[in-house]
């Protein structure tokens, strides 16, 4: 009798941990707005990216218009409030970011890089629109 309510209490314990564990990852999906900066510049230029549902980015750089931008696709991953993404401008010019979001998920603070390497490139703030 023991060995059957420890192994229930076990498995309501684990169940329980999973199921927080996945109420309080964040959701990035959607529209973020900010700006970049190159080294140890303010950030001032332009910077959009589109988290896609389905682990795609849409990255657009220096111009707040989309149309004219400069644009880039990769992918992302979140974990915990750490977003990584990778992505590639034509033809093969690859970058990746490393950012923390905020608590209320409204805002990402991050470092940039050439390939993947998430920083010695310049940081960005982006907001969720």
């Not at 004219?68 to 992505?87: C, E, Q, R, W």
């Not at 033809?91 to 998430?118: C, F, K, Q, R």
């Amino acid at each position: 009798m023991k060995k059957t309510l420890y192994a229930l209490f076990t498995v309501l314990v684990l169940v329980a941990c999973k199921k927080g564990k996945d109420a309080i990852q964040p959701t990035v999906i959607g529209y973020w707005e900010g700006n970049y900066g190159n080294g140890n510049e303010v950030p001032a230029t332009p910077y959009i990216f589109l988290f896609r549902s389905n682990g795609t980015v849409r990255v657009y750089a220096n111009n707040t218009d989309t149309a004219t931008a400069n644009i880039a696709d990769g992918t992302y991953f979140v974990t915990g409030a750490t977003v990584k993404a990778t992505y590639t401008y034509p033809p093969s010019e690859s970058y990746s970011v490393a950012a923390t979001l905020d608590a209320g998920i409204t805002a990402m603070d991050g470092t940039w890089g050439a390939g993947t390497n998430t920083t010695n490139g310049g940081s960005f703030r982006i907001f969720k629109k």
